[in-house]
Nanobody, 127 residues
Framework: QVQLVESGGGSVQAEGSLRLSCAAS????????MGWFRHAPGKLREGVAT???????SYADSVKGRFTISKDNAKNTLYLQMNSLKPEDTAMYYC?????????????????????WGQGTQVTVSS
């Protein structure tokens, strides 16, 4: 059973930066598709970014050029560097993992395809 624990959320002003981390309970990153998702009140859950076992990445259009997903296999940790934050980025952010996906890309996978989830970390961006 993979356990994921997010950290790094907080409150920032617009144009600020945050880095989210997701620590895994076991060695997942070499063979798992990893992703960041977010859920804001009144909105549908949205895929933010994914990173495959080979390091290939995908991003939602709304965060391209501002967010960067990365991983440190030695530390079993996933990251999401968020720059130029906007109020509309305010949401609960979750990391997710799965090793059964045929393709690790937001254009073909959604949150429901991931089997393991963290508890979430809140990001609040004020204008």
């Amino acid at each position: 059973q993979v356990q994921l624990v997010e950290s790094g959320g907080g409150s920032v002003q617009a144009e600020g930066s945050l880095r989210l981390s997701c620590a895994a309970s076991e060695y997942t990153y070499s063979s798992y598709c990893m992703g960041w998702f977010r859920h804001a009140p009144g909105k549908l859950r949205e895929g933010v970014a994914t990173i495959d076992s080979d390091g290939s990445t995908s991003y939602a259009d709304s965060v391209k050029g501002r967010f960067t997903i990365s991983k440190d296999n030695a530390k079993n940790t996933l990251y999401l560097q968020m720059n130029s934050l906007k109020p509309e980025d305010t949401a609960m952010y979750y990391c997710a993992a799965d090793r059964s996906l045929w393709r690790c890309d937001l254009s073909v996978v959604a949150g429901g395809d991931f089997g393991y989830w963290g508890q979430g970390t809140q990001v609040t961006v004020s204008s």
